[in-house]
């Protein structure tokens, strides 16, 4: 269990998905717990759903707690680093999961000895199957890497990686899911043109993939040998992979990864 007091300062949709895995996981208390978050109504749900002090104000909640998870837009990011720059220091632990926001950008705007992690989360993390990449800052420690894996690890997996592979994952994980629904939406209408209905179409489009999905994770088995379990001499399979091979399946996906993540290098530098 997380024995600093945590401010969550901003609590969109991601935040919030973070703050209900950590208290379903026991990994900190409401009592430990303080959101900062502009919108009213939202603030008002947010305490009576978790039991959370909430308040109107970044610098309140930052000022007594240990850790700050920096949960707002990246467009608001460079007014809320100055805001919390006086109250930040060296015994802080700042946790950033806003896109596109590199550390370096991050520690210059705070004060001096900041310990800061950048984490880059997936919107699977919505139902506990995220995928969260961590890089740490020049400050961070082994320790602080490890907790912010306990936090992220409460909504899906992790990966400590060097910040340069945080677009690649962008690339490959953080714009995935989108891959992911166009082949659920695609099936489904191979489905539907088959005679399927639509509603069973699309549920066992989705189902396939997530039972693909969960026997290459719990197997460990390269995904080469998985498909090869299924494809069978002359068999119904076979048939379908020779024509995905036909519109460049493999080709397509390395080309949008390449493509995403260079956009996000892109978007990055700017």
């Known amino acids: 269990m997380i024995k600093q007091k945590i401010a969550f300062i901003g609590c969109g949709t991601m935040g919030e998905v973070i703050l209900k895995g950590m208290l379903e996981r026991e990994l900190a208390s409401p009592e ?3 959101v900062s978050e502009i919108d009213t ?19 309140a909640a930052a ?3 240990g850790i700050i998870l920096l949960a707002v837009k990246p467009q608001t990011m460079a007014s809320v680093l100055d805001e919390l720059s006086g109250t930040c220091r060296d015994s802080h632990l700042v946790i950033s999961i806003a896109a596109g926001i590199t550390i370096k950008y991050m520690e210059s ?6 310990r800061v992690v950048r984490v880059m989360p997936n919107t699977p993390a919505l139902v506990g ?4 990449a961590i890089a740490a800052g020049t400050m961070a420690t082994n320790a602080d890497c490890a907790l912010v894996q306990s936090i992220l690890d409460a909504v899906g997996i992790t990966a400590v990686v060097e910040e340069k592979l945080m677009d690649a994952f962008t690339g490959l994980s953080g714009s995935g899911p989108a891959y992911a629904f166009i082949m659920i ?5 191979a489905g539907v043109l088959m005679g399927l209905p639509r509603a069973t179409a699309q549920r066992f489009a989705a189902q396939t993939l997530l039972g693909a999905a969960q026997l290459c994770l719990e197997t460990g088995k390269h995904p080469g040998e998985l498909k090869d379990m299924v494809t069978s001499p002359g068999g119904t399979t076979i048939a379908a992979v020779k024509e995905l091979e036909k519109g460049k399946i493999r080709d397509a996906l390395m080309n949008a990864v390449e493509a995403a993540t260079q956009r996000s290098r892109e978007l990055g530098s700017s």
């Not at 199957?129 to 969260?132: E, F, L, N, V």
């Open 32 to 34: 430990q717990i303080t």
């Open 41 to 59: 109504e939202r603030r008002s749900r947010i305490q009576s759903a978790y039991g959370v002090k909430t308040v109107d104000s970044n610098t």
């Open 63 to 65: 000022s007594d707690a």
């Open 109 to 114: 705007r705070l004060a001096p000895g900041t």
């Open 129 to 132: 199957r995220g995928a969260s």
């Open 185 to 189: 939406e695609a099936l489904s209408d």
